[in-house]
Nanobody, 122 residues
Framework: QVQLVESGGKLVQAGGSLRLSCAAS????????MAWFRQAPGKGYEFVAA??????SYVDSVKGRFTISRDNAKNTVSLQMNSLNPEDTAVYYC?????????????????WGQGTQVTVSS
């Protein structure tokens, strides 16, 4: 069992930056692929970024602006978000995949956090 707790979400102005963090429980964290998804008001879940299987991937809309990273010694995964715009407003969720595939669809992930709200004002 893995428990995930996100933090770092808040209100920020357009053009600003935020760093989200996800703390994971469990001794096998390093063997999991980790990802960030988001859900904007009235919309479905959207893949944002993943790290696993030795690689990273991003949705096109955040490439060059967001960076996903992990610290296996601290059991954390982070999402550095720069040049934020109002379209980035969403609840951001951390997810873990025990198969370490790092895929882009939510069904591939076994564990999810509760989410952290990011609001970008124009």
């Amino acid at each position: 069992q893995v428990q995930l707790v996100e933090s770092g979400g808040k209100l920020v102005q357009a053009g600003g930056s935020l760093r989200l963090s996800c703390a994971a429980s469990g001794r096998t964290f390093s063997t999991y692929a980790m990802a960030w998804f988001r859900q904007a008001p009235g919309k479905g879940y959207e893949f944002v970024a993943a790290i696993g299987g030795g690689s990273t991937s991003y949705v096109d809309s955040v490439k060059g602006r967001f960076t996903i990273s992990r610290d296996n010694a601290k059991n954390t995964v982070s999402l550095q978000m720069n040049s934020l715009n109002p379209e980035d407003t969403a609840v951001y969720y951390c997810a873990a995949d025990s198969r370490n595939l790092g895929l882009r669809y939510g069904n591939a992930y076994d564990y999810w956090g509760q989410g952290t709200q990011v609001t970008v004002s124009s």
